[in-house]
Every structure is written in structure tokens, then in C-alpha cells.
Nanobody, 126 residues
Framework: QVQLVESGGGLVQAGGSLRLSCAASGRTFGTYPMGWFRQAPGKEREFVSAISWSGGSTYYAEIVKGRFTISRDNAKNTVYLQMNSLKPEDAAVYYC???????????????????WGQGTQVTVSS
């Protein structure tokens, strides 16, 4: 079992920055990948970013590449999502997710992830 708690969401003006955090407890943190997904009203949940168990590999959706940075601190059991140059279309509920230690397919797929946080709201004003 893994428990995930996101924080850091809020209201920001377009062009601004936010840093999301996701604290994990339960299973040994440094043994599984972590991901961030988001869901805007009326839309399906979509992949944003992911990071391998070691932090050595990172993955991004094309629409956030160059603006968002994912990182993890395995000593603190925490994964981060630094979001810069935010746009109104980035507004959504952001979820962190803990992946399976062993998985097949792409790390961008929701099927890789076993546990989900409750989400944190990001609002971007134009």
C-alpha cells in the first residue's frame, strides 16, 4: 500500500509558477516510478510527467515539455512538479500516482500506476 498526499496547488496568474509536492508513505519510495496526471473540467485525465524510481529518467507530455520539471527526493519520500510559464489551459486538478515496480508498456499510461493521491487544484488566471 502507498498513501499519497499532494500539496502546492493554488491560484496563479498566467506566466507564473507553482511547485507541486507529493509525499508518499508505505512501500519503500525508491522502488517505483512516480507520475503526475491532470484532469480539467469536462475532460479526461491526461498524463503530464513521470520519473523513474531512481530519478534518472524523466518523461513529459509534449504540451508541458520545457515548462514543467519533475524531480524526486527519495530520502524525503517526495516527488515534485515545478511548473513554470503557466497557461490558462494548464488549469486542472493535478494528481500524483505511484507506479508498479515492474510494469510493461509506457510509463505514460495510467495502467502503470497503482495508487493515486486525492488531487490538488491548480487555477491559472489570464
Amino acid at each position: 500500500q502507498v498513501q499519497l498526499v499532494e500539496s502546492g496547488g493554488g491560484l496563479v496568474q498566467a506566466g507564473g509558477s507553482l511547485r507541486l509536492s507529493c509525499a508518499a508513505s508505505g512501500r519503500t519510495f525508491g522502488t517505483y516510478p512516480m507520475g503526475w496526471f491532470r484532469q480539467a473540467p469536462g475532460k479526461e485525465r491526461e498524463f503530464v510527467s513521470a520519473i523513474s524510481w531512481s530519478g534518472g529518467s524523466t518523461y513529459y507530455a509534449e504540451i508541458v515539455k520545457g515548462r514543467f520539471t519533475i524531480s524526486r527526493d527519495n530520502a524525503k519520500n517526495t516527488v515534485y512538479l515545478q511548473m513554470n510559464s503557466l497557461k490558462p489551459e494548464d488549469a486542472a486538478v493535478y494528481y500524483c500516482a505511484a507506479g508498479k515496480t515492474f510494469y510493461s508498456g509506457t510509463i505514460k499510461s495510467e495502467g502503470v500506476y497503482e495508487y493515486w493521491g486525492q488531487g490538488t487544484q491548480v487555477t491559472v488566471s489570464s
